[in-house]
């Protein structure tokens, strides 16, 4: 049993918040061109891997819900990957419930309507990664660079997605036995840079504030709330503007804290009074509006730390990742082991949510 | 000749990401030297040192200079160090960006602000057209939105704070001034600054992918004033791309 095919997806419905993301466009800063990218790089890279991709490959970016898909020209193997699920509808109007977790394989006609992301950020990715145009090195959108199509705007209906061309030598999915799971512990930051723009007490009321993340946010960042942070000054609530980054903590005057994300401006006026660890930053995709965080200070080693023991256990866990055989095909590739060719040729029945 | 700047550069960190060198907290063209020094010294790291070969942007603000790097494939903290002792070196004579003259059309329907501010300060409107053209602009940053230049220079006499209720839509290409800065919206936004003319040029164009912003930190812009006839003759050659943007570029500059 083989499979290949350069599909299209077509948009039904955008939905909300959906966009395309790769791992964004490095390079452009100083050209006052946000890095934008993927928001949880972890659970992009495991939607890819769930269809086989290398890792770096265009995916959907679902941080709403109401986005549904049609297979245009297909077949097209996806996954998801987070707290979501979907609704595949066959071509013959038959309903399947599609978790995340776990390949399928659409075929044209087919449709596909994205339930909620739980958590406020979940993945889907294609066999071979979502073929739009490039800009500036990537295919990630951002509206206000006058990127051409999907890359410039929100998803409209009608808005088709091609799919690359991808080779399966078997009929097999993909799927990850246990999720990749989100901590909860407090958010790690590097104080500063700003640091002294802030009385120690401000200092200590930000580590140990809960504050709540608000309705006030996008993928350029999210204005928090709590008991607001003082400056050492009037004067000290600006700066000379210079640089900022995905993870930077801005308090401006009103002393609400606002954390920047990957589709934030490269630069910025507000004192920065701290920036949340590498490690830490796919964690901000899930603040949804009223979640609560609290931050917790590490120094340069921590945070290496914590970056190379995640990166070790990503790695340890996509290796977990199995084939499997979704019913109503036959696992040749079991058949061909086992020397039962010459037997009767039945497909085992599989539990889970696909037929 | 500028006097130099003589504070102490400090190593910041942005993170575990990115290291900010600061010259100071000042606004000035003596500063904004010691910072385009370093970008130019650590342009010449990335072409040869292994340190540097994980950074992926730098960049030049006002009064610092940030680079940022890989956090998994760099030594983090010898990059640091190494940015401080490029920082200490007298790098300031680098300097030396492109010049621009670009054309401005100051007709009414573009320059809501123009009578506002000459009133404010005393002055006939063609007091203030005819400062700003004599006035050579220093693109300090870049930032905002992609290809927005924050440059400086404004005369003091033309100098107003920003509106106090920002405009929901500033209509792409507008010159604007607040405080002593000048700037040119190149999209659609909101924005509070002074809107003073319109430029017919694009400052953020895709078709040069290596360089999609028009102008970088450390140009000059002269403005030259056109009619509003000449404007409308610009406009489609300028979006279009017919009028290359090294035209606009000073002789020396463009050779």
Not at chain 1, 262 to 278: F, L, M, N, R
Not at chain 1, 320 to 336: C, M, N, S
Not at chain 2, 215 to 237: E, F, K, M, N, S
Request: net charge negative; hydrophobic share 40%.
């Amino acid at each position: 049993m083989s499979a290949s095919g350069s599909g299209v997806l077509e948009v039904l419905q955008p939905g909300i918040g959906s966009t395309v993301q790769d791992r964004g466009r490095p390079g452009h800063r100083h050209n006052g061109v946000p890095l934008s990218g993927w928001l949880d790089a972890l659970l992009a890279t495991a939607a890819n891997a769930l269809v086989g991709n290398q890792g770096e490959e265009a995916v959907l970016e679902c941080r709403g819900v109401g986005t549904e898909l049609r297979v245009q020209s297909g077949p097209v193997r996806l996954a998801l990957a987070g707290s979501i699920k979907a609704t595949w509808i066959q071509s013959d109007s038959k309903k399947i419930n599609l978790p995340a977790w776990q390949s399928a394989t659409l075929q044209a006609g087919d449709r596909l309507t994205l339930g909620t992301a739980e958590t406020g950020c979940a993945y889907l990715a294609v066999a071979g990664g979502l073929q739009l145009p490039q800009a500036l090195g990537s295919r990630s959108s951002y509206w206000r660079a006058g990127f051409p199509g999907v890359l410039g705007r929100a998803l409209r209906p009608g808005d088709q997605l091609p799919c690359n061309t991808w080779e399966s030598v078997d009929a097999r999915e993909w799927r990850f036995p246990t999720p990749w799971s989100l901590r909860d512990d407090p958010i790690r930051v590097i104080l500063g840079p700003q640091a002294d723009h802030f009385p120690p007490e401000a200092m200590a009321q930000f580590l140990h504030e809960q504050w709540q993340a608000t309705t006030e946010q996008d993928r350029m960042g999210i204005r928090l709330q709590g008991t607001p942070l003082a400056h050492t000054s009037a004067a000290a609530a600006d700066i000379v503007s210079d640089a900022t980054t995905p993870g930077t903590i801005q308090v401006p005057a009103s002393g609400q804290p606002i954390i920047l994300l990957a589709d934030s401006q490269t630069v910025g006026g507000y004192p920065k009074i701290a920036t949340v660890i590498s490690a830490d930053l796919p964690r901000l995709a899930h603040l949804k509006a009223g979640s609560q965080v609290r931050f917790e200070a590490v120094d340069a080693t921590q945070a290496r730390r914590a970056l190379q023991e995640q990166h070790t256990a990503l790695s340890r866990w996509l290796q977990t990742r199995e084939a499997f055989v979704p019913a109503g095909f036959i696992d040749e590739h079991a058949l061909l082991q086992c020397n039962l060719i010459s037997g009767v040729l039945r497909a085992d029945p599989l539990t889970g949510d696909i037929p | 000749m500028q006097t130099q700047s003589q504070n102490t550069p400090r190593l910041l960190a942005l993170g575990d990401a990115a290291w900010t060198v600061e010259f100071g907290c000042d606004i000035s063209v003596a500063t904004h030297a010691r910072v385009m020094g370093l970008d130019q010294q650590v342009a010449q790291q990335r072409q040869h040192n292994a340190l540097f070969a994980t950074v992926t942007d730098v960049v030049p603000a006002f009064a610092s200079i940030t680079v940022h790097f890989n956090p998994l494939a760099t030594d983090s903290e010898a990059l640091g160090q190494q940015l401080l002792a490029l920082a200490h070196e007298d790098n300031a004579h680098i300097l030396k960006g492109r010049t621009w003259h670009l054309p401005v059309c100051f007709d009414p329907a573009f320059a809501p602000d123009l009578s506002r501010l000459a009133q404010a300060k005393a002055l006939t409107e063609d007091d203030v057209i005819q400062r700003l053209l004599a006035t050579p602009f220093q693109v300090y940053m870049i930032g905002f939105q992609p290809g927005f230049p924050y440059m400086g220079g404004l005369p003091a006499e033309l100098t107003l704070p920003r509106l106090a209720t920002p405009r929901a839509r500033v209509p792409a290409q507008s010159l604007a001034v607040a405080g002593e800065m000048c700037a040119v919206y190149p999209w659609d936004s909101p924005g509070g600054w002074n809107l003073l003319g319109r430029t017919p040029v694009r400052l953020f164009d895709l078709q040069h992918t290596h360089q999609p912003a028009m102008l970088a930190a450390g140009d000059v812009v002269r403005w030259h004033a056109v009619t509003l006839d000449d404007y409308q003759h610009l406009l489609p050659q300028c979006q279009s791309g017919t009028i290359a943007r090294e035209s606009f570029l000073q002789e020396a500059d463009a050779a």
